[in-house]
């Protein structure tokens, strides 16, 4: 069984490897960086501050971006390569377990000590083997123009049983509205499943860690599945398609209804302001909690990282020095750091950040203000991407109605002991 896994990753691994371009090889000697990046909607602000670093210092800086769903085994492939990356992502300390072996200790490092605490990094006993790039925030991002010709307003939306009657009232009334749905398809194609089997996921798992005091468990009980399935059954009931299709949907698909307005809400993070500021004004926009029927009155957007920088340890000294040069220029400097927060809406946790212009992300900080608690991102202590996998592959199913609900909790529950056993 163990063989099969393996075999399907590697085969994986090499699909993924044959969409890369090829970096290029540069001379003996030269410190290069290689950044394999996480993030494909920030794809071409790195590319544009790649070339800017690389203007202004000489350095080559090469920028490949994993597409959506597949950067663990992006990673495989390319970490197995003579021109690896310099640079890569892991997603938290599970993600950590796979790569610490790679991870150049970045506690001496001036971008370490350039943060704004030391929470933002991961830990291995003292070494620091990543750093934290970005902070973000996630929940229902709202078009504001629809909800109000509707008759709503965001202060009709502050719970889960408003959200539910202010959609269901907008499902029931689409074509008078002339949209195709309350909220946006969501798409259970690899591209966009990650919202659903991991993002909205994150929110049972966070009640349930508040709930025992806990931070990391290696059984979760699923007490709160039941409101996991009302959101669920919300988004694919008052949406803009039958949910029998979701399986096909993808990310753009999603996104292309919420930019051409063909639904209210659309559940996803402050990384996508920048492509939504090309069509929507920022009054036109809001970012709501996913209210979730359990503190809803105290709850904010779910706000944290999956986003930890690794430096390759394996790579020439040069290329490592090379590497670090990059990464602290990125938040020290006025070109880096205007790119970061301006092209690519990041808060990040360093001392010289840009203030945001982004708007979700300043709402956040609004939220935080008022007092309303940022729901924490607990999905980093999901056991694997085998169990995400599982879940999602549940969900497809019971939406499609040729699976149960029963098998979305097996999946959760079940995998989740499975799969923390394989890593203990």
Not at 26 to 53: R, S
Not at 309 to 315: D, E, F, G, R, Y
Not at 343 to 352: A, E, L, R, Y
Not at 369 to 398: D, H
Request: net charge negative.
């Amino acid at each position: 069984m163990k063989m099969k896994k393996l075999t399907a990753m590697s085969m994986a691994a090499l699909m993924a490897a044959s969409m890369i371009p090829a970096v290029p090889v540069m001379a003996e000697g030269e410190g290069k960086v290689y950044y394999l990046n996480f993030k494909p909607e920030a794809d071409e602000a790195w590319q544009n501050l790649a070339k800017t670093y690389t203007e202004e210092t000489g350095t080559e800086v090469t920028v490949v971006t994993a597409a959506s769903g597949q950067y663990e085994t992006t990673l495989q492939s390319e970490m197995a390569k003579s021109d690896a990356p310099t640079l890569f992502q892991v997603n938290g300390s599970v993600g950590l377990k796979n790569w610490k072996d790679y991870c150049y200790d970045l506690k001496d490092s001036e971008i370490f000590s350039q943060l704004t605490s030391d929470t933002y990094t991961l830990k291995d006993g003292d070494a620091v083997p990543g750093i934290a790039y970005v902070i973000e925030s996630y929940g229902l991002i709202t078009n504001k123009t629809l909800l109000e010709k509707a008759g709503y307003t965001l202060d009709d939306i502050k719970s889960y049983d408003q959200l539910k009657a202010v959609a269901d009232d907008i499902q029931s009334k689409k074509d008078e509205l002339g949209i195709k749905g309350a909220f946006t398809s969501a798409g259970m194609d690899a591209s966009s499943d990650w919202r659903f089997k991991t993002h909205l996921a994150n929110l049972p798992i966070y009640y349930e860690y508040k709930e025992d005091g806990i931070d990391d468990t290696a059984e979760i009980k699923g007490t709160y599945l039941d409101n996991y399935k009302n959101l669920f059954d919300l988004y694919i009931t008052d949406s803009t398609c039958d949910p029998a299709e979701l399986s096909a949907k993808t990310a753009d698909d999603s996104r292309n209804e919420f930019v051409n307005s063909e639904a209210v809400f659309y559940q996803n993070g402050s990384w996508e302001y920048a492509e939504l500021a090309k069509t929507f004004g920022d009054d036109e926009l809001a970012m709501i909690p996913i209210y979730f029927g359990v503190d809803d009155e105290n709850q904010g957007l779910a706000t944290g990282t999956e986003n930890y920088w690794c430096v390759n340890k394996n790579a020439s000294e040069e290329d490592i020095q090379a590497t670090l040069d990059f990464m602290n220029w990125c938040v020290t400097s006025e070109a880096g750091t205007k790119s970061m927060a301006e092209d690519m809406g990041f808060t990040i946790p360093f001392k010289t950040a840009v203030a945001p212009t982004n708007v979700f992300v300043k709402q956040d900080a609004e939220y935080t203000e008022a007092g309303l608690t940022p729901v924490s991102w607990n999905f980093t202590t999901m056991p694997s991407e085998e169990w995400k996998n599982g879940v999602g592959t549940a969900l497809t199913a019971y939406a499609a109605e040729t699976g149960s609900w029963d098998d979305v909790v097996s999946a959760f529950v079940d995998n989740w002991a499975m799969e923390k056993a394989l890593t203990e």
